[in-house]
């Protein structure tokens, strides 16, 4: 890679870092699992930058949702069981407690690895179905059942924590 690419790619980086890593941690649930998917996607896109540079966020979004994936399925082999962690401070989200955030959190976490997925793809980055099959390498059918299953399973997990949507969706 010449001086102007490497320019170029450490520009695209800084500027893009704090959304690419909040989409990394919603699809991990964990910080430092998160600089790593992106650190990996970035080292990913620098050696094909020359291939990339007119669209370069949208590569490194899809490397990161194949690489975290991909660790779903290494780990579904060798499963390990995760804690959930009380974070440091509280983020500044309006209208929503900080016990809420946490009910919410632990949620997510219980789903399994590829519901997580098609949810984020699809409420958080806003894609539509045949975008996230695409993604996820899926039929479309697949993915509005996984969704519809995932979201069953979400209320109900926010109803056993005594939480209704309305509370987690202001």
């Known amino acids: 890679m010449d001086d102007s690419a490497q320019r170029e790619f450490a520009e695209f980086a800084a500027a893009r870092a704090s959304a690419l890593i909040r989409v990394a941690y919603v ?32 590569y490194v979004r899809q490397i990161m949702y194949r690489e975290q994936v991909s660790s779903w399925r290494r780990r579904a082999r060798h499963r390990e069981a995760t804690m959930a962690e009380v ?54 059918g697949t993915v509005r059942s996984q969704t519809y299953k995932a979201l069953i399973q979400l209320k109900a997990a926010l109803a056993s924590a005594g939480l209704t949507s309305t509370e987690v969706v202001p």
């Open 27 to 58: 699809l991990t649930g964990n910080q430092h699992a998160a600089e790593d998917l992106l650190q990996t996607a970035l080292t990913k896109a620098a050696a094909h930058w020359g291939r990339i540079h007119s669209a370069p966020e949208a």
């Open 87 to 140: 974070p440091d401070r509280a983020a500044a989200v309006s209208g929503i407690s900080a016990e809420t955030r946490l009910s919410l959190q632990q949620a997510l976490r219980a789903l399994p690895p590829g519901k997580r997925a098609v949810l984020v793809l699809r409420y958080f980055e806003d894609l539509p179905e045949a975008q996230v099959a695409s993604i996820l390498g899926c039929s479309v």
